[in-house]
C-alpha cells in the first residue's frame, strides 16, 4: 500500500445511494487499503482526531496497515483519541477473548495511541447500567469524528441488533443466535461466544461526523443489499446509516454482488 495511493484498476466502482457512497474494490485486501488511506488521510489533517473503533475480522487487515504506517514512521496516533463499539459483558479486559484484548494484538501495542486516550467499555464491570452510563457520558465530551464499522451477516453495526432502533444509546443487549453462530469463530479461549454484550447504540453511531464502514465477503452481501438498497429500517440495523449525511461504504466484490448498481 501507497499511503495516498489505490490503483485505478482496483477501485472498479463507485456510485452514491441516497447520501451514502459506495465503492467497490476487486478483493477485501484492496478494500481494506483504501480505507487504511482514508484512515491515515483524517489523521495527518487532524492529529488531535477522535476515533470509533471496531473489532471482528473485517478490520484486521486496516488495523495492520495502520501499524504498519506507525513503525515506518509514515503516521502517528499519539495525539488520537480512540472510542470502541462494543464490548462482551462478564469478560475483562485481560481475558483473550475481550474486544479490549483483540485492539491490544490488532492495534494499540503496535502503534502509539496514548493509553489515556483510548476509551473500553469495562465488560467485567459491577453494573452494566453504570458503565453504560459512564461511556456515553465520555463519547457526549468527544464526540467521533471518524467511526470505522463492519457489518455483522444480520445487518447488525456494533451489537445492534435486528430490532434496534434509530435512537438507541449505549446499552447492555442480547446477542442474537445469528450472531453468537459468526462469532463462535473467533473465540481464542471461551467455549461459548457471551450472551449480553453492551454497544453503543445507534443513535451514537449516528453522532460521528463521518462513518467508514467495510464490508467483505459474500456472508455480508445480503446485508449489504438491505442496508444500502433497502431504506432505513430496523429490520436491518446498518440501513439507518443511510440517513448520514458522511457514510462511505468500502466493499469487495463477494460483499456487492446483489446490489443492484449502478444508478
Ligand atoms: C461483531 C462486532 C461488530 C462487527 C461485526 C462483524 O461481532 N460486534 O462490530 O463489525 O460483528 O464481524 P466480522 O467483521 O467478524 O464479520
Known amino acids: 500500500m501507497t499511503f495516498g495511493a489505490i490503483s485505478a484498476q482496483s477501485r ?41 473503533l471496531a473489532t471482528g475480522n473485517t478490520p484486521r487487515k486496516v488495523y495492520a496497515q495502520l501499524s504498519r504506517a506507525v513503525s515506518s514512521g509514515r ?15 462478564g469478560l475483562h479486559k485481560a481475558h483473550p477473548d475481550s474486544f479490549a484484548a483483540y485492539m491490544r494484538r490488532e492495534l494499540f501495542d503496535k502503534t502509539d495511541f496514548s493509553d489515556d486516550r483510548i476509551n473500553l467499555i469495562d465488560g467485567a464491570a459491577q453494573d452494566s447500567v453504570r458503565e453504560a452510563r459512564r461511556f456515553a457520558d465520555a463519547l457526549l465530551r468527544k464526540p467521533i469524528d471518524l467511526q470505522l464499522l463492519g457489518l455483522g451477516s444480520n445487518g447488525h453495526i456494533g451489537f445492534n441488533e435486528p430490532g434496534s432502533t434509530i435512537d438507541s444509546r449505549v446499552r ?10 459468526a462469532n463462535q469463530e473467533t473465540l481464542i479461549e471461551l467455549q461459548d461466544v457471551p450472551s449480553h454484550a453492551t454497544t453503543m447504540g445507534i443513535a451514537d453511531i449516528l453522532g460521528a461526523r463521518s462513518i467508514i464502514i467495510l464490508a467483505t465477503g459474500s456472508a455480508k452481501a445480503q446485508a449489504v443489499r438491505h442496508c444500502i438498497e433497502g431504506g ?32
Open 75 to 89: 503516521a502517528s496516533f499519539a495525539r488520537a483519541t480512540t472510542f470502541n463499539l462494543d464490548e462482551y459483558c
Open 232 to 263: 432505513p429500517s430496523a429490520t436491518w440495523p446498518g440501513s439507518f446509516l443511510s440517513t448520514h449525511p458522511h457514510v462511505h461504504w468500502f466493499l469487495d466484490q463477494d460483499a456487492a454482488r446483489f446490489l443492484e448498481k449502478p444508478r
Open 172 to 181: 447492555c443487549v442480547e446477542l442474537s443466535a445469528e450472531t453468537l453462530l
Open 12 to 52: 472498479f466502482e463507485v456510485f452514491s445511494a441516497n447520501s451514502n457512497r459506495v465503492e467497490v474494490f476487486a478483493s477485501s485486501a484492496e478494500a481494506s487499503d483504501a480505507v487504511a488511506v482514508a484512515i491515515l488521510r483524517a489523521v495527518a489533517e487532524n492529529p488531535d482526531i477522535v476515533l470509533g
